[in-house]
Nanobody, 125 residues
Framework: QVQLVESGGGLVQAGGSLRLSCAAS????????MGWYRQAPGKEREKVAA???????YYADSVKGRFTISRDNAKNTMYLQINRLKPEDTAVYYC???????????????????WGKGTLVTVSS
């Protein structure tokens, strides 16, 4: 199994910056792609950024130019640098990891998605 723990959320004024971290443990060798999702009250969870094991990235249109996703595979940690925060960025941000490696020890539970418990980002105007 894989455990994910987010950190770095908090209360920030509009225009400010935050860096979120996601620390992975357990069967980290089985992780392929990782990503960040967010969910605001009354809204569906949305994917805001993703990154493959090779470093290819994806960003939602709403965050392009302001968010930067990265990962340090040696430290089993993924980051989300958030700049020029807007009130509409207020949400719980969740870390996601895909069990996509096909080596023998990862075949069991192949394809499973793992989730952290989330970290709250609140942006005041």
């Amino acid at each position: 199994q894989v455990q994910l723990v987010e950190s770095g959320g908090g209360l920030v004024q509009a225009g400010g910056s935050l860096r979120l971290s996601c620390a992975a443990s357990g069967d980290t060798i089985c992780i392929s792609a990782m990503g960040w999702y967010r969910q605001a009250p009354g809204k569906e969870r949305e994917k805001v950024a993703a990154i493959t094991s090779g470093g290819s990235t994806y960003y939602a249109d709403s965050v392009k130019g302001r968010f930067t996703i990265s990962r340090d595979n040696a430290k089993n940690t993924m980051y989300l640098q958030i700049n020029r925060l807007k009130p509409e960025d207020t949400a719980v941000y969740y870390c996601n990891a895909d069990r996509g490696a096909t080596i023998r020890q990862c075949i069991n539970d192949y394809g499973m998605d793992y989730w952290g418990k989330g970290t709250l980002v609140t942006v005041s105007s």
